[in-house]
């Protein structure tokens, strides 16, 4: 069945990095846009990052430019997210997610990986 | 692009019929979709493109609207239906979504 599953999230502590992945199954991953979201706790949710088919057209949330990086390796259908420079307020459940290909949303989310920023 | 989605929360019984509003703070079409997400799960699609109901999902849930003015209509509320409910904009980056909507048991 078609299914995304988050890894790599923990505790770290501010300023280090943590890179998160997503595994997919049950369907033609380099067919579908990916993108990464994001949920503070007890908040609302924050989209952080998408990448294309073949990772040629990437954007970025303000709030995490020039700090994440968002990557794929279609050979291993796994999408990444690399979080450098990480802050307190970096703190989240993380979800990867992929858009549908007629209307845009997201049709199908991981469970979420934690994040924990912390001293 | 902001979303404003109001109520904030909402208190209605089983059997009511809720409404959910969503508005832009710029014109986005129809390039609006809605999800629901119950405590320590992830988002579930529910409404793509203004209207178009997932597959699967019953008929109870309906969207409607273009341009900067959406809702979210839920015909008869079932007991599984209490959860929150958050607008979401694909028309451009950053995609953005509302501050959601608590749907709570009266």
């Known amino acids: 069945q078609v299914q995304l599953v988050e890894s790599g999230g923990g505790v770290v502590q501010p300023g280090r990095s943590l890179r998160l992945s997503c595994a997919v199954s049950?369907?033609?991953?380099?067919?579908?846009?990916m993108q990464w979201v994001r949920q503070a706790p007890g908040k609302g949710l924050e989209w952080v990052a998408v990448?294309?088919?073949?990772?040629?057209?990437?954007y970025y949330a303000d709030s995490v430019k020039g700090r994440f990086t968002i990557s794929r390796d279609n050979s291993k259908n796994t999408l990444y997210l690399q979080m450098n420079s990480l802050r307190p307020e970096d703190t989240a459940i993380y979800y990867c997610?992929?858009?549908?290909?007629?209307?845009?949303?997201?049709?199908?989310w991981g469970q979420g990986t934690v994040v924990t920023v912390s001293s | 692009i902001q979303l404003t989605q109001s109520p904030s929360s909402l208190s209605a019984s089983v059997g009511d019929r809720v409404t959910i509003t969503c508005r832009a703070s710029?014109?986005?079409?129809?390039?609006l979709a809605w999800y629901q997400q119950k405590p320590g799960k992830a988002p579930k699609l529910l409404i793509s493109?203004?209207?178009t109901l997932q597959s699967g999902l019953p008929s109870r849930f309906s969207g409607s609207g273009s341009g900067t003015d959406f809702t979210l209509t839920i015909s008869s509320l079932q007991p599984e239906d209490f959860a929150t409910y958050f607008c979401?904009?694909?028309?451009?980056?950053?995609?953005?979504f509302g501050q959601g909507t608590r749907l709570e048991i009266k």
């Open positions: 990448i294309s088919y073949d990772g040629s057209t990437i």
């Open positions: 997610a992929r858009r549908e290909q007629q209307g845009d949303a997201f049709d199908i």
């Open positions: 493109v203004a209207s």
């Open positions: 049950g369907f033609t991953f380099n067919n579908y846009i």
């Open positions: 979401q904009q694909v028309n451009s980056y950053p995609i953005t």
């Open positions: 710029q014109g986005i079409s129809n390039s």
